[in-house]
């Protein structure tokens, strides 16, 4: 049996499954500004005039992998617009996130930044009604954003603000602007509008009272009326359930076995959590189609070990989150993984 330590394995850079986001949705590609007016975004560092509770949420307010923002709402449940991924073509179970990174709180002042990885999509919306997506990642950022009461219920006479990530800048504030509920012939529609001033790598950003602070919704992109608009968060209640299967006690199996595969997968089998264990070791077996179909081993250092064929090997010592996933092509004749020995250190 080969064994395998992953300082000793090829590193293999992760793909970005999304791109720069704005205005054209369908490939989440745009160069088109979302300027109000004037240009009043502002690259945030200590004399950047914002509200303590603000200064507080900036290491909850991430860039991800492709240039979209994201932001922390607890208990490793991360909200950003919908459109900064592909569309699931099967269903959110069988949807991998594995490529995308986020990095929390990038301000001119930041030092050392934190770093996770998205593990599944929870929730996603993407239609005339909505443009959010709920992922769970790991590990979860020590910061989070402040959620009181439904934000439907805000009053959106009161100012807002955007903070996020415009393309090729550190975390910036649109500064104050105002913002109106969305049209009322829109029935069931979660979207509102405000003409604070974004660019493209804004989408996901956090729509917050300038007062506040407190979360109002999720910046998705710019209209035609000269005005931005954004998706209000799923109702607390389901942000709060969501939080709560999140921080069950984490299952530490000794085996696990999957298979066979279907075509045109890409799929997490598990993933071992900071949660769960600091390290993890274990024997591990697979039968795929060899050169077409893959199994990917993602540690949490980021790198990335590809295996395909068949054959056994062993991992030891592999630092968490680990991640193993896998992608097949159109014939669907990938047999089993199996891991087993399964340690936790």
């Known amino acids: 049996m080969a064994h395998a330590r992953f300082h000793l394995l090829p590193f293999i850079s992760a793909a970005a ?87 929390w709180g990038q ?29 769970q990642v790991d590990p979860a950022p020590s910061a989070a954003v402040e959620i009181k009461g439904d934000p439907r ?25 105002q913002a109106s509920w969305a049209s009322q012939s829109q029935t069931g529609s979660q979207f509102f509008q405000h003409r604070c001033d974004t660019l493209p790598g804004n989408s996901g950003s956090p729509v917050m009272d300038a007062q506040t602070s407190q979360v109002m919704g999720i910046h998705n992109g710019d209209a035609d009326n000269q005005e931005n608009y954004a998706s209000f968060l799923p109702a607390s209640s389901e942000l709060i359930e969501l939080g709560q299967k999140l921080d069950a006690p984490a299952a530490t199996p000794k085996q696990l076995k999957y298979g066979p595969f279907g075509d045109q997968l890409n799929q997490d089998l598990v ?23 893959k199994l990917l081993v993602i ?18 010592h592999i630092p968490t989150p680990l991640s193993l996933v896998v992608v097949t092509d159109y014939s669907g004749s990938s047999k089993a993984v199996a891991l087993s020995s399964i340690r936790y250190e």
Not at 299 to 316: C, F, K, P
Request: overall charge negative; charged content about 20%.
């Open 17 to 103: 499954i999304v791109t720069a986001c704005g205005g054209n949705m369908s490939s989440g590609e745009s160069n088109v500004s979302s300027i109000i007016d004037q240009n009043t975004m502002v690259v945030i560092d200590h004399s950047t005039p914002l509200n303590e509770r603000a200064k507080k949420d900036l290491p909850a307010i991430g860039k991800m992998t492709g240039g979209c923002t994201a932001f922390h709402l607890g208990h490793g449940i991360v909200a950003t617009a919908g459109h900064c991924f592909e569309k699931p073509k099967k269903s959110l179970a069988e949807t991998s996130c594995h490529s995308t990174d986020i990095i």
């Open 107 to 135: 301000t001119l002042d930041t030092q050392t930044a934190e770093r996770s990885r998205c593990l599944q999509i929870l929730d996603y919306r993407f239609d005339d009604q909505a443009d959010y997506a709920l992922l």
């Open 153 to 177: 219920e805000f009053s959106l006479s009161a100012q807002a603000m955007v903070i996020g990530y415009p393309k090729d800048k550190t975390l910036s504030w649109s500064g104050p602007c």
């Open 271 to 293: 993933h071992f959590t900071k949660k769960q264990a600091s390290f993890v070791s274990f024997d591990l077996s697979y039968d795929l189609e060899d050169g077409y179909d």
């Open 299 to 316: 540690d949490g250092l980021g790198r990335s070990h590809e295996l395909t064929g068949a054959a056994q090997t062993h991992y030891e």
